[in-house]
């Protein structure tokens, strides 16, 4: 069946875990692909701040599994987390994980999670990869001391239409959420998404970052690329569907400018929301979800089970829901890796551990 499975696959990675002010689960499954590429983030920073978050890989897993990883510790690192500065910290953190696979001693782990197959389909000579790799490095030095200063179709695979695969391919949007009691910060990169229920209603909290918006298209063209449109898609220089995301460092090679104006660039949307009592839950979910239900029908599928059945549940019973039955019929709707965070920030009538 071409780019999809006889059949999908259909085991859940699940994880759960509550707070006193919240309860969360997370779920994933491979599905139709051939290959399992979304990773995701749920983890304790410290007594008040948790972090999650969902990767959503292209050009194959290494990216996501990387960012998954080592963006905890790291943004725990910084000074701005530990001053409370978490917009800032955020930003900072998504171009660290650039840095750190560049970095030389970065750059062995991150090849050490790609799978062996993607090594053999290279197309680089060890002495271009490394000359491109020494050119990327160069571009992160340069920027590292302004990162730490800066202010605070949908069935179409995101990633490159090439058959090469190598280091500097790969990469992952991330949709990041660190949560406290009151605050809630969220960071997003590419076409992964973070919705908000206030009073059942679905409040997206960024838009899509696409080739085809005004600003996403001219930053691509004022750093030397270009955007086409290739079977009613746009796409960048020819090959990805996204216009931000972690890695894909091929498209960050520009010495003459900063990491948040490169063609692909790790630069985040931030977003702060103060909680309020009317804030029922959150949800962040790869484009695997939204391809195929739109946010109101993610909310309303959530608050139908709320009071029954608790989030890992739930966001396994979505991914079901979700999954298309024959991807021929579908058209390639329903056939992604799919994995959906929901973080309830109160407990309903009747729900259970």
Not at 18 to 46: C, M, N, P, V
Not at 47 to 62: I, K, M, P, T
Not at 157 to 169: H, I, K
Request: proline fraction near 5%.
């Amino acid at each position: 069946m071409g780019a999809y499975l006889s059949s999908p696959i259909t085991e859940k990675e699940v994880v759960t875990g509550r707070s006193s002010h919240f309860h969360y689960g997370i779920s994933s499954h491979q599905g139709w692909r051939k290959t399992q590429e979304d990773a995701h983030i749920a983890e304790a920073l410290t007594d008040e701040h948790h972090l999650f978050a969902v990767l959503d890989g292209h050009g194959g897993a290494e990216v996501a599994k990387f960012v998954a990883t080592y963006l905890p510790q790291e943004l725990k690192s910084l000074d701005h987390f530990q001053q409370g500065k978490l917009a800032e910290s955020l930003i900072t953190a998504f171009h660290r994980m650039d840095q750190m696979m560049l970095s030389e001693e970065g750059r062995p782990r991150l090849d050490a999670l790609r799978p062996p197959k993607i090594e053999s389909r290279s197309g680089l000579s060890g002495s271009a990869r490394e000359d491109a790799f020494a050119t990327l490095r160069k571009i992160m030095a340069i920027n590292e001391q302004s990162t730490d200063n800066l202010p605070a179709k949908p069935s179409e695979p995101d990633g490159p239409l090439s058959e090469e695969d190598t280091s500097s391919q790969a990469g992952c949007t991330a949709v990041v959420a660190l949560v406290t009691k009151k605050v809630v910060v969220v960071a997003n990169a590419g076409d992964s998404r973070a919705v908000l229920s206030r009073g059942k209603k679905a409040i997206p909290l960024f838009h899509d970052h696409k080739p085809s918006h005004v600003t996403e298209r001219e930053r691509i063209v004022a750093a030397g690329g270009f955007v086409s449109e290739i079977g009613g898609i746009c796409r960048v220089n020819g090959n990805l569907s996204l216009s931000r995301a972690i890695g894909d460092l091929r498209y960050k090679t520009n010495t003459e400018l900063d990491p948040a104006a490169q063609i692909i660039t790790a630069e985040p949307d931030i977003k702060a929301i103060e909680l309020i009592e009317e804030d029922d839950f959150m949800v962040l979910a790869c484009d695997g979800i939204w391809d195929v239900l739109e946010n109101q029908e993610v909310v309303d599928f959530i608050h139908e089970r709320l009071g029954e059945k608790t989030p890992d549940q739930i966001a396994s019973e979505l991914l079901d829901h979700c999954l298309a039955s024959d991807p021929r019929e579908s058209r390639g709707k329903g056939c992604d890796n799919m994995t959906c965070c929901i973080v309830q920030f109160k407990q309903q009538p009747g729900s259970t551990a």
